[in-house]
């Protein structure tokens, strides 16, 4: 496994040699942005709907959002995918005895490979020239933007270190936004130890409530064995979230881009998946180095 980039296909390629022999596809890939893949993720004729297993439904609902993903050019995210699909169907490989399906598995699967192969070395390139810029528009009052769909696609075992810089972590709402983002960072393959927040400190009577849920929330992550650092700048402006591996993202609003609910007991005031999102803007860059304070 290489330190570099996002680890996609070996062991995949591995299981997939075991059970079929085929060879790696190398073709090199040029690419557009709005393109045909030229890969279906079922043939109706070959499997009905009625036939298709639970992980079956899986792999053809993470597949279909890879494509998705990849004919809009958000290759980091129909990266990360490919390789849930490509497992989901390695499963299915494994439980099927059927032949006939077994031949259209491992076809898909090498389709798939190949593809999540050229989409790897594309972005690595991208990287090692400092190239890689993605943006992400999220329309007003949109769903399906949570913190684990934005930033899960950058998170690998090798972040050990975040920086948070935003201007707004003050209001109860906006402590709890945090405090998700920081609950997202315990529960992904991560190794996060360290947590750097730069934010403003709020002079109009709040500033007692925010240094104590900070100093709440930097007790309870140090419980999970990670340190939270809070500095506070009256100048700063910016908002963005570094990761030392090397991404970066920058969104409008900060981490404060959900839409309030109508109430306590509607839906989307605890799945953010199903909350509303002010418009803003998401760019995601990825730089060799990220700076260390």
């Not at 073709?27 to 079922?42: M, Q």
């Not at 079956?56 to 849930?84: G, H, M, P």
């Not at 769909?149 to 003050?170: A, G, N, Q």
Request: proline share 2%; glycine share 6%.
């Amino acid at each position: 496994m290489q330190r570099r980039g996002l680890w996609v296909c070996s062991e995949f390629w591995k299981v997939l040699l075991q059970v079929d022999g085929n060879k790696k596809n190398t073709t090199p890939w040029a690419g557009t942005r709005k393109r045909d893949t030229g890969f279906r993720v079922c043939n109706s004729a070959a499997m009905s709907q009625n036939t298709l297993t639970e992980k079956e439904n899986s792999a053809v609902t993470v597949l279909k959002r890879a494509i998705e993903l990849d004919n809009d050019s958000r290759f980091q995210s129909s990266l990360v995918c490919y390789q849930e699909g490509i497992d989901l169907l390695l499963q299915v490989l494994k439980a099927t005895k059927d032949d006939t399906k077994k031949v259209h598995f491992r076809q898909k699967i090498e389709n798939y490979m190949n593809r999540a192969e050229q989409i790897k070395k594309y972005l690595d390139k991208q990287k090692e020239e400092g190239k890689y810029h993605e943006q992400i528009k999220i329309p007003e009052d949109a769903t399906g933007f949570s913190y684990e769909k934005l930033f899960k696609p950058y998170l690998d075992p090798f972040v050990t270190e975040v920086w948070v810089e935003d201007p707004y972590i003050r209001h109860v709402h906006q402590l709890y936004n945090f405090l998700r983002f920081c609950e997202l960072l315990l529960k992904g393959s991560c190794k996060v130890k360290t947590i750097h927040l730069l934010t403003s400190l709020d002079n109009n009577g709040g500033n007692s409530q925010q240094s104590s849920s900070l100093e709440e929330i930097k007790q309870s992550l140090q419980s999970y064995g990670v340190t939270l650092e809070v500095n506070y700048s009256p100048s700063i402006h910016d908002r963005e979230i570094r990761f030392n591996n090397g991404w970066m993202i920058k969104i409008g609003r900060g981490l404060d881009y959900f839409k309030k609910t109508q109430g306590r007991f509607s839906i989307g005031y605890c799945d953010f998946d199903l909350r509303q999102c002010h418009e803003t803007t998401v760019d995601i860059f990825h730089i060799k180095h990220t700076k260390n304070s």
